[in-house]
């Protein structure tokens, strides 16, 4: 069995290091690696935000979360599809029009650019923000590729995690944006098939071997079976906005999600990735739900020692070999699309927002992709030590990083798109402010009660609208006096 397995798998590295290599054979500049040139499809770079946006936390933080919560998981699918779709729908077009307008590359520059009294501090600090959880970022996902070879293959951690950091550096080093794109648009179907198989399957099984789902939600345990998780009154509003709360993280403030949506050519493609966008969406989470329950049927509670190896562990005992070799490498995607991209972001910020910009040290457009690729590799190690270091679960780290970054930024960006009266001092405000409350939140035991995914997006964003009030811009306070 895990031989066949094993053997899908070097297919599957084959396969993507070819497709990083064959679509990197064209001689790039600086905005092609970072940002694809305006080049790509839009239905590609709509796969390639999906498959960026879900990462080892969905087929493995989220499938464990359902099965150890039961009904009241689903309100973390709402707020994230919700989420999604308001980002396709209202948000995607705009980031296209105004990275065009602008001329940037990520969303830090963007940032900066917007507001030029103080674009320096606010694209420093948007950078540092961003490189510093991502790093912690990455490494999370390289720990669940170390938990995915360990349940497949029984394979050392270590081992697992190493392979995983070789294969996301080749295909981020290859062609960058470009590379990453189209191997993204190959494991994000991949992913599907994964999240869209499994769960017929684990049904058929238990519908043949006259199981019940009801029945099992009442027996894995209290409120297994309520929608509510048996919350009443306030608990019940506590319960929806920290599993809803997924939501804030989406609304612009995720730049390896943004980045999808500035490369985006014209409004055809929009309109085209926003259909592909909200379908894989629907299918993926409906899937990876579905897939929770049916675990909780098929398995008792005491039967794993980590929760995150549910779907690995269904797959290896519902399939033959070859098909869950197929089904494993949906996970392996997972991780690797989301790594390579959040690895892009990571160079970019170094090579774009810090050398090219803040810095201002003058370099050729060959010096800079060569920057960039030195910073992917750089970045790539240290994430595999972090990863290799670190014993926190997938769930958590990536809850914690979509706190500290998308629901920062996600304000910031918002009241730049629709509030004509945010300042540069109200930016700078609410970046700073997103990252000390992440940072005393998780450090204490509120984010137990109320996540700091949504205390984050609120307070971040009331210093943004105080401080914009208080220090206006003289420009725009001029512009709204006339």
């Given at each position: ?62 499938t464990?979360?359902?099965f ?64 510093g ?24 951690l ?93 609304l ?28 894989w ?27 995150e ?11 033959p ?15 690797i ?68 970054i ?14 004509k ?12 402010s ?42 725009k ?6």
């Amino acid at each position: 069995m895990n031989s066949t397995v094993l053997g899908v798998f070097i297919l599957y590295f084959i396969v993507i290091i070819l497709i990083a290599y064959l679509t990197s054979r064209n001689s790039v500049t600086h905005s092609d690696f970072l940002l694809g040139g305006k080049k790509l499809p839009g239905w590609a770079l709509a796969f390639s935000e999906r498959a960026t946006g879900e990462s080892a936390w969905l087929l493995l933080g989220f499938t464990g979360f359902v099965f150890t919560t039961g009904l009241s998981g689903i309100w973390v699918a709402v707020g994230i599809a919700v989420g999604i779709i308001f980002a396709w729908v209202f948000l995607a077009s705009r980031f296209m029009k105004e990275a065009e307008k602008e001329k940037v590359l990520t969303l830090s520059d963007y940032l900066a650019s917007k507001f030029g009294q103080n674009g320096k501090i606010i694209r420093w600090l948007s950078t540092l923000l961003i490189a510093g959880f991502f790093m912690f970022y990455i490494g999370a996902q390289f720990a669940g590729a170390g938990k995915l070879f360990f349940t497949s293959f029984d394979m050392n951690l270590t081992t697992g995690i190493v392979l995983t950091t070789l294969l996301v550096i080749l295909t981020a080093f290859f062609g960058g944006f470009i590379s990453v794109v189209w191997t993204d648009m190959i494991q994000s179907i991949m992913m599907l098939l994964t999240l869209v198989v499994l769960p017929i399957i684990a049904f058929i099984y238990i519908g043949s071997n006259d199981l019940s789902l009801s029945e099992s939600l009442i027996q894995a345990g209290p409120n297994f079976d309520s929608l509510f998780g048996g919350a009443t009154g306030f608990a019940i509003g506590v319960l929806f906005f920290n599993n809803f709360s997924w939501f804030f993280g989406y609304l612009g403030g995720q730049p390896q999600l943004s980045a999808r949506f500035m490369a985006l050519k014209n409004e055809k493609e929009a309109r085209q990735a926003k259909i592909v966008g909200t379908v894989w969406t629907i299918l993926a989470y409906a899937g990876a739900f579905a897939i929770g329950l049916a675990a909780i049927v098929m398995y008792e509670q005491e039967s794993f020692a980590d929760v995150e190896t549910v779907l690995p562990t269904m797959i290896l005992d519902l399939t033959p070999a070859w098909f869950g070799g197929i089904l494993l490498a949906g996970i392996m995607a997972a991780i690797i699309t989301t790594a390579n991209s959040q690895l892009l972001v990571v160079t970019s910020s170094v090579s774009e927002d810090i050398i090219h910009k803040s810095l201002g040290i003058k370099l050729t457009d060959k010096q800079l992709v060569l920057a960039s690729r030195i910073t992917i590799i750089l970045s790539g190690l240290l994430g595999m030590m972090i990863a290799l270091t670190s014993e926190s679960l997938v769930y958590l780290i990536v809850s914690w990083a979509w706190a500290g970054i998308g629901c920062t930024l996600s304000p910031a960006i918002l009241m730049t798109f629709f509030w004509k009266r945010y300042s540069s001092i109200g930016v700078i405000a609410t970046i700073i402010s997103g990252f000390v409350f992440t940072v005393l939140w998780i450090s204490t035991p509120l984010d137990s009660i109320i996540t700091s995914r949504f205390t984050t997006f609120f307070i971040a964003a009331f210093f943004g609208i105080v401080f914009s009030l208080l220090f206006p811009d003289k420009n725009k306070a001029e512009k709204t006096e006339r």
